[in-house]
């Protein structure tokens, strides 16, 4: 009986000692005419690369990378001297092998094991081959461009190549049908857009034609890429795509980019990976964007993911900080109604924001000794002058500094006569209101006392408003 135990128990032991040893993904590499080097494996995530392992080749060039854990599926590359790669899929085959002459490694290329990668080199080489032909066709068009005929037969040489292209890519997706190499190639073919035929007697055609084609493009832009395979996260392709929809695509206005980040995070939200990806990608985008009114953007993503309970991988140190700079930008988003600010001023009397009766207001907040507000003052004044008789506008400005005897002498050295507003206790509060963290600062406001417009330039202002005077009255 204790036999019987023994030998059982010894089988178990050889049993966890095999899975233990046993290698998830094992890469087998051989690079002729490179010897005693390092390499490393890296892989994409985003639009950055990261190094997951390295290596260092023996004298005859072989190597094995492996690991105990399976990796996950993406374009990964080999990193090799001289900062030079090739790049590979890792998919559902992660024990393979691979060849490669170091002198020329892209076109002497092999893989053994893995179908997928075979099929990925032979299609790289075949793309480039067509993108080199595509090339110099474009090429040959800029050199004869004012040639009419030459031009003629050079486009219908481009529309081929093109439609060649095309079609590779079909057939290559068909052939490879369920791959990660599939999923990447159809990512690549872009939108069909149907022929927009309107009736004769259509009002502002080429409107109506645009707005339709816009319509479709926003709304079919993700057809060929699944927005759940998270997959495509360590891929340079994902990141990729959303970065040419927000800032090429759609309309660069709050309201239009909200609307389609609801569509985007409502498909992506089915895998939580791809969702906190996507979710990360659109905040840093919008925080980092200087065009006025994006800030309404990051107030929403802010609301509805990061201070919402969604984003379960940041800290509550750092919801808070989000929280309270939120805060500050809620008062003064574009749309907004400006809060009221009544102020000293340095006429002796008190005035209100709420007060002014013109069609538009600007606000400025500025201090006598900042450098920067000191170039844009006298620009201010020279618009202000300007204009100040035809009864539009009215400058309401608010002098941040406590100093008041250098506030009144730059009034008095400078002839300022709009409202010179003045309140060095802050009761107002209106470095929170107006979120006023440097100088100068501008605002313009409606004559409802509606935000319309935030930080520009001062040099931007009169151009601003003539517009809006032109397109929105």
């Known amino acids: 009986m204790r036999k ?36 490393y494996l890296a892989y994409h995530l ?51 092998s691979l060849s490669c002459n170091f002198s020329d490694y892209f076109n002497t290329l092999k893989f053994s094991g893995t179908e997928e990668n075979s099929a990925f080199i032979d299609y790289q080489r075949k793309w480039i081959r067509m993108q080199d032909e595509a090339g110099k066709i474009v090429n040959r068009l800029q050199a004869n461009k004012s040639n009419k005929d030459s031009t003629l037969v050079l486009n219908d040489m481009r529309v081929k190549i093109e439609e060649k292209m095309k079609n590779f890519l079909n057939e290559e997706i068909e052939t490879n ?21 309107l009736p ?20 079919h832009f993700f057809d060929n ?11 340079p392709i994902l990141q990729s795509k959303l970065n040419f929809f927000f ?30 990806f996507v979710a990360v990608y659109l905040f840093n985008h919008f925080r980092e964007s200087e065009t006025m009114g994006h800030d309404a953007i990051m107030v929403k993503l802010a609301d509805d993911i990061y201070l919402s309970g969604k984003a379960d991988w ?23 109604k400006g809060h009221d600010l009544i102020m000293d001023t340095f006429t002796g009397k008190y005035a209100s924001l709420y007060d002014i009766n013109k069609e538009f207001t600007i606000l400025y ?41 250098k506030w009144e002498k730059y009034i008095k050295d400078n002839n300022l006569t709009w409202i010179n507003g003045w309140y060095p206790k802050r009761v107002t509060n209106f470095d929170y209101y107006y979120n006023v963290q440097s100088t100068p600062t501008v605002y313009i406001l409606d004559k409802n006392k509606v935000i319309i417009a935030k930080k520009l330039p001062v040099e931007s202002i009169e151009g601003f408003i003539d517009n809006w005077r032109k397109y929105k009255n």
């Not at 990378?65 to 990796?71: A, D, N, T």
């Not at 049908?177 to 035929?197: F, H, R, Y």
């Open 4 to 39: 019987i135990l023994l030998s059982s128990f010894l089988l178990f032991l050889a049993v966890c000692v095999s899975g233990q040893d046993k290698k998830l993904y094992e890469i087998s590499i051989e690079i002729k005419g490179l010897t005693d080097s390092t390499i």
């Open 46 to 96: 985003g639009d950055k690369q990261y190094l997951k392992d390295s290596l260092k080749l023996d004298k005859y060039g072989h190597g094995v990378f492996s690991g105990k854990e399976v990796l996950p599926q993406g374009i990964y590359m080999i990193v090799i001297p001289g900062r030079r790669y090739f790049e590979m899929l890792i998919s559902n085959d992660q024990v393979f």
């Open 177 to 197: 049908k369920g791959t990660l190499l599939a999923a990447l190639l159809k990512s690549m073919l872009p939108i069909d857009m149907p022929e927009i035929n």
């Open 200 to 219: 004769p007697d259509t009002h502002n055609p080429d409107s109506v034609k645009w707005a339709m084609s816009y319509n479709y493009s926003v709304s």
């Open 225 to 235: 890429i699944d927005l759940t395979d998270e997959r495509l996260l360590r891929t």
């Open 247 to 276: 800032t090429n695509v759609v309309l660069q206005l709050s309201d239009s980019i909200n609307r389609q980040i609801d569509v985007v995070i409502n498909k992506c939200s089915r895998n939580y990976k791809v969702f906190q």
């Open 314 to 336: 940041t800290t509550k140190e750092w919801r808070d900080n989000l929280k309270k700079d939120v805060d500050r930008i809620r008062p003064n988003l574009i749309g907004v």
């Open 365 to 405: 907040f500025w201090e006598p000794n900042c450098g920067h507000c000191q170039e844009a003052t006298p620009k201010l004044k020279a618009y202000y002058d300007k204009v100040k008789n035809q009864g539009f506008i009215e400058v309401f400005t608010v002098c941040t500094t406590a100093e008041r005897d």
